[in-house]
C-alpha cells in the first residue's frame, strides 16, 4: 500500500475501545460520545478522534440540589453552562414554573423554573437573575416526549409530560392541560431540529464502506478499533444509536420489555451465553422474539454478531459456531437495513476469503443465499426448525389431501405455499388440470385457505402455537380451491377422488342442500366405497362421518317444540313448575331459592331427554342408512363414486363455495337476515340456509364491483343494485373472486397467464369490473370506500 494511504488513514478515527478498558469503579452503564454528522469536516470525515466516556454515574432520584447531572452532559456534548446565570441564558424559548417528580426514599414534587433553549431544557431555584442551575438535559434528536394522557390527570390531578434524556428522565406537572401541550409540542420541536447523531459503530461501518475496494485500510480499521471485533467483556451501550426512553407507552408494556437500549444490552449478553450454554435453541428464540417485537433491535443484533464473529481467539470451536448459527436463523428470518446489509455482505466475503473450505464459510455461503429470499417472518421459527437451519438442512412437511392420503416434501425457510402446490400438483400429475388447487388449514371440521404467497414455515409453527392451548391437531390440507371443469375429471384419476372426498366434507357440514332421503344415500354409497359390501364384522365409522349432525339435532329440536310430542318427563316437570305458585312476603327468599333449585333440575332433565332422544334418533337413522348399504352390495368404488357425485350434481349450486353470511335488506344496515353466499365459477348466488334453490343469482358479466365497504362489510355492485354482507372471511371471499375473475381471464385469452392461488390481496378496497366488456381483475385500490 502506498505510504499516502496510509499516512491518510492515520488521522481517521484510532481506538474506538469500549470493552477493553479497566473498570476500578463499580460502573453500570458506558456512554458513548455521539458526534452530529454536522460536526464533520466538509469532506465528511471528523479530523478529531472519537472518544468514549466514563461518566460519574448520579441517580435520577437527586433531590436537584447538585448541579453535576446537568454540568457534566453540557461539558461533554455542547458547552459549560456551569458558570451563567439565569440572565445569561441565549434564545430563551419558553419558561415556566413546573413541578418535577423527584424520586428518592419515597417520590415526591418540587416546584422548579423551567427554561427551555434551543440547546436544552434546564431548571432553577427561581426565576430572579442569578438564580442557581439545578439541572440540565441536553436535547439531542434521540430525546423523546411523552404527551400528557388522561390516565394520569386522573389519578394525580395534574397533567403530566416526560422527557427523556441521554441519562436522566424529567417527568414534569401542571394544573393546565393547555400549558402542558405547550411545553411537550416546544420540546418535541427542539429536538426535531437536531441532526442526526452516529455512534462510533456507524462511523467505523462508513469506513469500511468507503475502503472496501483496500485490503489494507480496512485491516487498519479493524486492528486499531477493538469495537469492531470478538470480545469476552460486556457491552454498556449499544452500538447503534437508539432514542432515549422507556417502551411503558406502547403496545410492547405487557411483554416486561425496558427501553431499547436496555434491551440491546441485555441481547449482547444473551449472544454470549451461547457459548456456554447447553442448549442453544431457548436463548435463540428468545432473541428472535426480541427482534420481531423490537424492529429496531434487528440491526443492533446484526451488528452484535458480525463483531462476535470477527477475528475470533478460537474460529473453529463449537462455542464460537454458535453465533453463526444464530446469524443464520437470524438471517432467515429478518432482513436487516440497506447500510447493515452491505457491511454484513462485507463481512461474509471477508470471511470467506479468509477461510475457504471452512466450517465458516459454509455457514457465510448459507446466509448469503438466505439473504436473497428472505421476507420479514409472522412467527419466530420453531424449536425445529431452528435446529434444521442449525445444521443448515430442510424441514420435512407433510401435507394431507382429502382422504387418507398425504404426501411429505423438504421445505426451506422461504417456501411459500404456492410453491408447494406447485409441486404437489407435479407429484400428483394435476399439471394439466384445468381447476385450481390451494394449500387449507384445517382442524376438524374447520378450515381456511393458505394465501399463494404464505411462508410455509410461518404456518407449521403457528400450529405448534394452536396445537399447545387448544390440545386439538392441526394439518396442511392439499385441495381443489375453484372447480372451473368437473366435467374433463377422469373418473380413474386422483382429481376425481378429490372432488368426491371435498363434496362429502360439504355433506358432513350440511352444506348441500338435499332431502333427508339423498342424505341417507349418500351415507350408503359412503360406507359402499370405503368398506366395499356390508358385513356385520366391519367396523362401521360413526354417523357424525356420514350424515351431517345438525340436520339430525334440528329435527329432534323440532319434535321435542311441540307439546303432544313431549316425553312424559318433560310433560312432568312442565306441570310441576305451572303448578307452583309463590305468594309475596316473608318467605319469598326462601321459596325463590326453591325455584331456582325445581328450575336447574328440569333443566338437567330436558338435557337428559334431549341426550336420549339424540341417540334413539341417531340409532334409526343408522339403521335405515345400514339397510341401504346392503342394497348395494355388488357396486364397486368406482360406481359408488360416481353414483355420490351424481346425486349430488343435481343441486344447481354444486361446486360453488358457502359462506354464511348476514345479508342487509336496507342500505342503512338496520334489517338483515342470515343467508348462504355462493361463490362459484360463474356467478355469485344467494340461498337460504338448507335450501337448494338460490333466492338470486348474479352471474360476473353483470357485476361491475366487489369489495370491503367497512368493518366486516361486504359490497356487490351487480348492475344498479348495491348487494351488503356481514362476514368474518371477508379476505376469504375477497380471494376466491379474485381467482374467479383471473380463471375467467385466462381463459378468454384477455391476460397473462396469472397464478390464480397467489391472491393474496386483503386490502381493503374495491376491484371494479367494465361492464360492457369481459370481466378482468383489476388491483385493489389502496382506498377504502
Not at 87 to 96: A, C, D, Q, R, S
Not at 329 to 348: A, D, I, N
Not at 769 to 779: C, F, W
Amino acid at each position: 500500500m502506498p505510504l499516502q494511504g496510509v499516512w491518510c488513514f492515520l488521522c481517521c478515527r484510532q481506538g474506538f475501545s469500549l470493552l477493553g478498558r479497566d473498570y476500578g469503579e463499580k460502573e453500570e452503564e458506558e456512554s458513548f460520545e455521539l458526534r452530529n454528522k454536522e460536526d464533520s469536516t466538509p469532506n465528511g470525515r471528523s479530523p478529531a478522534e472519537v472518544t468514549v466516556s466514563q461518566p460519574t454515574r448520579t441517580a435520577n432520584g437527586t433531590n436537584g440540589h447538585t448541579v453535576s447531572e446537568g454540568h457534566e452532559e453540557m461539558k461533554t456534548l455542547i458547552f459549560d453552562k456551569n458558570k451563567m446565570g439565569l440572565e445569561e441564558e441565549p434564545e430563551v424559548l419558553v419558561k415556566g414554573w413546573l413541578l418535577r417528580e423527584v424520586r428518592g426514599n419515597w417520590i415526591k414534587q418540587r416546584r422548579y423554573w423551567f427554561v427551555l433553549s434551543q440547546d436544552s431544557l434546564d431548571y432553577y431555584s427561581g426565576p430572579e437573575k442569578g438564580a442557581r442551575r439545578l439541572g440540565t438535559m441536553v436535547l439531542t434528536n434521540l430525546c423523546s416526549v411523552i404527551w400528557p394522557d388522561k390516565q394520569t390527570y386522573k389519578e394525580t390531578g395534574y397533567w403530566s409530560i416526560t422527557v427523556y434524556g441521554r441519562k436522566h428522565c424529567y417527568r414534569l406537572y401542571t394544573k393546565h392541560f393547555n400549558e402542558a401541550v405547550h411545553w411537550a409540542c416546544a420540546i418535541q420541536k427542539i429536538i426535531d431540529t437536531k441532526a442526526p447523531v452516529e455512534t462510533p459503530t456507524q462511523l467505523l461501518i462508513r469506513d469500511i464502506e468507503e475502503n472496501k475496494f483496500n485490503p489494507e485500510v480496512v485491516e487498519h480499521i479493524y486492528q486499531h478499533n477493538p469495537i469492531l471485533k470478538y470480545t469476552q467483556g460486556p457491552l454498556y451501550a449499544p452500538l447503534l444509536p437508539f432514542p432515549y426512553g422507556s417502551l411503558e407507552h406502547t403496545y410492547h408494556s405487557g411483554k416486561g420489555y425496558g427501553s431499547v437500549r436496555e434491551e440491546a444490552v441485555k441481547l449482547f449478553n444473551c449472544l454470549q451465553q451461547l457459548e456456554s450454554a447447553q442448549e442453544p435453541i431457548p436463548i435463540i428464540q428468545g432473541v428472535l422474539q426480541t427482534c420481531l417485537d423490537l424492529r429496531p433491535l434487528r440491526d443492533e443484533v446484526y451488528c452484535q454478531l458480525v463483531k462476535q464473529t470477527s477475528y475470533t481467539p478460537a474460529p473453529y470451536t463449537a462455542a464460537h459456531l454458535r453465533y453463526w448459527q444464530l446469524l443464520t436463523c437470524m438471517s432467515c428470518t429478518f432482513l436487516p437495513g440497506p447500510t447493515v446489509l452491505k457491511y454484513l455482505r462485507f463481512h461474509l466475503k471477508r470471511i470467506q476469503s479468509q477461510s475457504p473450505e471452512s466450517e465458516m464459510d459454509n455457514y457465510a455461503s448459507f446466509i448469503s443465499e438466505a439473504l436473497e429470499k428472505t421476507k420479514c417472518r409472522e412467527c419466530v421459527p420453531s424449536w425445529e426448525e431452528i435446529q434444521m437451519l442449525m445444521s443448515r438442512q430442510e424441514m420435512l412437511c407433510t401435507v394431507h389431501y382429502p382422504g387418507p392420503g398425504s404426501c411429505q416434501l423438504y421445505i426451506s425457510s422461504h417456501t411459500t405455499a404456492n410453491e408447494v402446490v406447485r409441486r404437489i400438483q407435479e407429484k400428483l400429475g394435476l399439471l394439466e388440470s384445468k381447476n385450481t388447487f390451494a394449500l387449507y388449514e384445517q382442524n376438524g371440521l374447520w378450515e381456511q385457505p393458505v394465501a399463494g404467497g404464505a411462508l410455509i414455515a410461518d404456518i407449521l409453527t403457528s400450529f405448534s402455537t394452536k396445537e399447545s392451548e387448544s390440545k386439538s391437531q392441526w394439518k396442511l390440507c392439499f385441495k381443489l380451491y375453484c372447480l372451473l371443469d368437473a366435467d374433463s375429471i377422469s373418473v380413474d384419476s386422483i382429481e376425481y377422488l378429490l372432488l368426491f372426498e371435498q363434496c362429502h366434507e360439504m355433506v358432513v357440514r350440511g352444506q348441500l342442500p338435499a332431502c333427508e332421503e339423498d342424505l341417507q344415500a349418500l351415507a350408503a354409497l359412503r360406507l359402499q366405497c370405503l368398506m366395499g359390501d356390508f358385513s356385520t364384522h366391519s367396523p362401521c365409522p360413526p354417523l357424525d362421518e356420514l350424515f351431517p349432525g345438525d340436520m339430525l339435532e334440528t329435527r329432534v329440536l323440532m319434535s321435542l317444540s311441540a307439546p303432544q310430542a313431549l316425553p312424559p318427563c318433560l310433560v312432568a316437570a312442565q306441570d310441576c313448575l305451572a303448578t307452583q305458585r309463590f305468594p309475596k312476603g316473608l318467605l319469598t327468599g326462601t321459596l325463590w331459592s326453591h325455584t331456582a333449585t325445581a328450575a336447574h333440575k328440569q333443566k338437567v332433565q330436558q338435557d337428559m331427554c334431549l341426550r336420549s332422544r339424540l341417540k334413539e334418533e341417531a340409532a334409526a337413522v343408522m339403521g335405515t342408512i345400514l339397510e341401504r348399504w346392503k342394497d348395494l352390495a355388488g357396486s364397486s368404488r368406482r360406481d359408488s363414486m360416481a353414483a355420490y357425485l351424481a346425486i349430488a350434481r343435481q343441486w344447481s349450486g354444486f361446486g360453488c363455495t358457502l359462506y354464511e353470511v348476514d345479508f342487509y335488506i336496507s342500505s342503512t344496515e338496520s334489517f338483515s337476515q342470515k343467508l348462504w353466499l355462493g361463490v362459484a365459477a360463474t356467478s355469485v348466488s344467494l340461498y337460504r340456509q338448507g335450501e337448494a334453490e338460490a333466492l338470486e343469482s348474479f352471474p360476473y358479466g353483470q357485476i361491475c364491483s366487489y369489495g370491503v365497504s367497512d368493518s366486516n362489510i361486504f359490497k356487490i355492485t351487480a348492475e344498479d343494485r348495491d348487494l351488503l354482507f356481514k362476514t368474518t372471511k371477508l379476505t376469504e371471499i375477497m380471494q376466491l373472486m379474485n381467482a374467479y375473475f383471473s380463471a375467467i381471464r385466462r381463459q378468454r385469452g384477455k391476460g397473462e397467464d396469472v397464478d390464480i392461488t397467489k391472491a393474496e390481496s386483503t386490502e381493503v378496497g374495491f376491484c371494479h369490473l367494465a361492464s360492457m366488456q369481459p370481466p378482468t381483475l383489476l388491483e385493489l385500490p389502496s382506498h377504502p370506500v
